[in-house]
Nanobody, 115 residues
Framework: QVQLVESGGGLVQAGGSLNLSCQSS????????MGWYRQAPGKQRELVAR???????DYGDSVKGRFTISRDNAKNTVDLQMNSLKPEDTGVYYC?????????WGQGIQVIVSS
């Protein structure tokens, strides 16, 4: 059974930093795409960043240059370093792991950026 557990969220002032971490259990980790999504109140869930098994990385336009995604296949973790945070980064952040035959989501973790 695959589980994704997020940690590291919280309240931070604008301009500050947070590091989110996602720990995955279960096999097949290294062949899956890993990513972070977020959902702000009243808005659709959107891609923040993703990293493929081969190391290709994509970022959402609004976070380019501020956020950095990284994965550690040995530890089954994917981290999201968030710098220069803005109030519009507020939302629930979800870890996702997916592949051809699998699609798993974490329970989500709250990030609040105060102005």
């Amino acid at each position: 059974q695959v589980q994704l557990v997020e940690s590291g969220g919280g309240l931070v002032q604008a301009g500050g930093s947070l590091n989110l971490s996602c720990q995955s259990s279960g096999s097949g980790w290294s062949s899956n795409v890993m990513g972070w999504y977020r959902q702000a109140p009243g808005k659709q869930r959107e891609l923040v960043a993703r990293v493929t098994s081969g190391g290709t990385i994509d970022y959402g336009d609004s976070v380019k240059g501020r956020f950095t995604i990284s994965r550690d296949n040995a530890k089954n973790t994917v981290d999201l370093q968030m710098n220069s945070l803005k109030p519009e980064d507020t939302g629930v952040y979800y870890c996702r792991r997916w592949g051809v035959t699998a699609d798993y989501w974490g329970q989500g973790i709250q990030v609040i950026v105060s102005s």
